[in-house]
Nanobody
């Protein structure tokens, strides 16, 4: 069983930056895909970014491309999301997710494991 724990959320002014981290336990190595999703109040959970298990390829939602960067440290079993130029519309609970294989997908339903989330609030 894989456990995922997010950290790094908080309150930041528009234009600021935050770095989220996700610590994975219960499985070692970097052969599985991982991703970040977010959910704002009253809205469905939406895809933010993902990284494949082999090769390090990444995919991003159009709304964050160029501002957010996803990365992973396989030795430390951690996933990160560097968020720059944050805007109020980025306010949401951010979730870390992982799959059982190397392929990254946009759909939340394709991910097998989830963290509990970390709140990101961007003030205008």
């Amino acid at each position: 069983q894989v456990q995922l724990v997010e950290s790094g959320g908080g309150l930041v002014q528009a234009g600021g930056s935050l770095r989220l981290s996700c610590a994975a336990s219960g499985r070692t190595g970097g052969t599985y895909a991982m991703g970040w999703f977010r959910q704002a109040p009253g809205k469905e959970r939406e895809f933010v970014a993902a990284i494949v298990g082999i090769g390090g390829g990444t995919i991003y939602a159009d709304s964050v491309r160029g501002r957010f960067t996803i990365s992973r440290d396989n030795a430390e079993n951690t996933l990160s999301l560097q968020m720059n130029s944050l805007q109020p519309e980025d306010t949401a609970v951010y979730y870390c997710a992982a799959r059982d294989d190397s392929f990254a997908f946009f759909a939340a339903s394709r991910y097998n494991y989830w963290g509990r989330g970390t709140q990101v609030t961007v003030s205008s």
